[in-house]
């Protein structure tokens, strides 16, 4: 009984009837993980979580039992969104309401939603206008995400794309620079200039940015790097370019 308590609060809900049911009472599902090759009250339940705007994706038997809590989840598992999402052009309206540039966070890849949490953190501290996350092969809204914001996603709107590259030739086309960070980047953080409209591009905790969002970037910035190490967690990575977005802009 405490471990279903558990999972609800924290917005998983597994098995059939369980996610059925959550669906019935107006639950927002963000993503959901239906056994691939589903059939009849599997893949009509998947047709249903598609319809109330969930990404549905296929996984095996293997991946459904490691994901799983309970050992019962009959073939799905459903992650709540823990807030409604925006729509890119929102973002660009708050700018615009508050007076200032548009500095927005784009996460080319961020799969775990401890980093998604903490990135959003970071970026409503720091007075961004938003971040875009893409609807695959991310991290989502969910309690997990929620928590580890420590409230901001109740604060700063975040929006959902289907492709990052394209949606940053639209912030091009919106007068948005695009700063990607890369650890090979040609130009060093503090040679940026971060005064104006800006998208700040943060890639995946293993492989960075995509080659697609790479090429796409207008410029790519490095973070100095003093220690043995030689790369920083992507929401340590975030929170130094947004603060130095922030220190340039407050003597603009």
Same mark, same amino acid.
């Given at each position: *009984?405490?471990?279903? *308590?558990?999972?609800?609060?924290?917005?998983?809900?597994?098995?059939?009837?369980?996610?059925?049911?959550?669906?019935?009472?107006?639950?927002?599902?963000?993503?959901?993980?239906?056994?691939?090759?589903?059939?009849?009250?599997?893949?009509? &339940?998947?047709?249903? !979580?598609?319809?109330?705007?969930?990404?549905?994706?296929?996984?095996?038997? +293997?991946?459904?039992?490691? *994901?799983?809590?309970? +050992?019962?989840?009959?073939?799905?598992?459903? &992650?709540?969104?823990?807030?409604?999402?925006?729509?890119?052009?929102?973002?660009?309206?708050?700018? %615009?309401?508050?007076? %200032?540039?548009? !500095?927005?966070? @784009? #996460?080319?890849?961020?799969?775990?939603?401890?980093?998604?949490?903490?990135?959003?953190?970071?970026?409503?501290?720091? /007075?961004?206008?938003?971040? @875009?996350?893409?609807?695959?092969?991310?991290?989502?809204?969910?309690?997990?995400?929620?928590?580890?914001?420590?409230?901001?996603?109740?604060?700063?709107?975040?929006?959902?794309?289907?492709?990052?590259?394209? #949606?940053?030739?639209?912030?091009?086309? +919106?007068?948005?620079?695009?700063?990607?960070?890369?650890?090979?980047?040609?130009?060093?953080?503090?040679?940026?200039?971060?005064?104006?409209?800006?998208?700040?591009?943060?890639?995946?905790? /293993?492989?960075?940015?995509?080659?697609?969002?790479?090429?796409? #970037?207008?410029?790519?910035?490095?973070?100095? *790097?003093?220690?043995?190490?030689?790369?920083?967690?992507?929401?340590?990575? #975030?929170?130094?370019? &947004?603060?130095?977005?922030?220190?340039?802009?407050?003597?603009?």
């Amino acid at each position: *009984m405490a471990a279903g *308590m558990d999972e609800k609060r924290e917005g998983v809900f597994e098995g059939r009837n369980a996610v059925a049911e959550a669906i019935r009472s107006g639950v927002r599902f963000d993503k959901a993980f239906v056994l691939r090759g589903a059939s009849g009250e599997l893949l009509r &339940l998947a047709g249903k !979580l598609r319809a109330s705007g969930a990404v549905v994706v296929e996984a095996d038997r +293997q991946k459904l039992d490691a *994901m799983s809590q309970t +050992q019962a989840h009959q073939g799905v598992i459903a &992650l709540a969104s823990a807030v409604e999402y925006a729509e890119v052009p929102d973002l660009l309206r708050l700018a %615009e309401q508050r007076g %200032e540039p548009p !500095l927005i966070v @784009v #996460c080319n890849g961020i799969e775990d939603p401890r980093n998604l949490g903490a990135i959003i953190r970071a970026a409503e501290c720091a /007075g961004a206008h938003g971040v @875009v996350i893409s609807k695959r092969h991310s991290a989502t809204l969910t309690a997990a995400a929620a928590k580890a914001s420590a409230g901001a996603v109740f604060h700063l709107p975040v929006a959902r794309v289907a492709n990052i590259p394209s #949606c940053l030739k639209e912030l091009k086309k +919106q007068g948005l620079w695009v700063f990607g960070a890369e650890a090979r980047g040609t130009v060093p953080l503090y040679g940026a200039d971060l005064t104006g409209p800006a998208a700040l591009v943060i890639g995946s905790e /293993g492989a960075g940015l995509s080659r697609l969002t790479a090429e796409t #970037c207008d410029v790519l910035v490095s973070i100095p *790097m003093r220690g043995k190490l030689n790369s920083l967690n992507a929401s340590a990575a #975030c929170a130094i370019l &947004l603060y130095e977005a922030l220190r340039q802009r407050a003597f603009v």
